[in-house]
């Protein structure tokens, strides 16, 4: 899930990719809505708003949003640094030092005490932003941008085109790329709002403690992965 890239990739280590990370994108895009009433899973309204203070001469709350932008940048950029420095030297962790990072962060947030987040809502945002960066970028290298987890704006945008394309595309082997294009991107799609309904409702019950249960999803999906290629390397040695 996290080891294959490029040409070894299928289709279910897509799915199993972008279901796990998009159900841990809703819990975090909900939860951190709740909790900093800030968005941190995406830029797309932090650019509007940076936009707006700006032609309200208002330099800086502007510059908070810019922040914000900034953040989840740094986590993209930080997460494929980290893949090229790691990949010449240490290739079984060179995926999973970003999660491991992402990890970190998401339960420093979750055990912090409701008025700290409060105080520093701010700082919270860009640090849930730049974990959210981070998981992007890895999500995107990896599947070679077919899976993106952190929005939905531009996989709905691509689940109309290929919702179209189903009834011009006739071919038996079009027909197969697009449904299983098309049963990706859907489940992204519910996976991401599994997510967030988990987030809103766990919020309501255990505050900002709710985002362990994302820390509880990531590394499942580390220990799964770590699992999974043991049990491949045994098979290839015993089996030929």
Not at 33 to 49: M, P
Not at 191 to 216: D, K, P, R, S
Not at 221 to 230: C, E, G, P
Request: proline share 1%; with cysteine.
């Amino acid at each position: 899930m996290f080891r294959h890239k490029g040409k070894s990739r299928t289709l279910a280590h897509n799915l199993k990719l972008a279901s796990l990370l998009s159900f841990v994108a809703g819990i975090v895009n909900v939860s951190g809505l709740f909790a900093v009433q800030r968005l941190t899973t995406n830029v797309t309204g932090h650019f509007a708003f940076f936009a707006d203070e700006m032609s309200q001469k208002h330099f800086g709350q502007a510059l908070i949003y810019l922040l914000y932008i900034l953040a989840f940048f740094l986590g993209a950029f930080c997460s494929n640094l980290l893949v090229e420095l790691i990949s010449g030297k240490n290739a079984r962790l060179v995926n999973t030092v970003p999660v491991a990072i992402e990890i970190t962060i998401l339960s420093f947030v979750a055990l912090l005490h409701p008025a700290l987040v409060l105080q520093h809502a701010d700082a919270i945002a860009c640090l849930l932003l730049f974990a959210m960066g981070l998981q992007n970028a890895l999500v995107t290298s990896l599947s070679n941008a077919v899976v993106r987890t952190t929005h939905l704006t531009g996989l709905f945008t691509d689940l109309g085109i290929e919702l179209s394309q189903v009834f011009f595309y006739t071919k038996p082997e079009q027909q197969q790329k697009l449904w299983a294009s098309i049963r990706l991107r859907l489940t992204i799609i519910c996976c991401f709002f599994l997510g967030g309904i988990a987030g809103g409702l766990g919020y309501t019950i255990a505050g900002n403690h709710i985002l362990l249960l994302a820390v509880a999803t990531l590394i499942v999906a580390l220990i799964y992965d770590s699992i999974k290629v043991r049990v491949v390397r045994i098979r290839r040695k015993y089996l030929g």
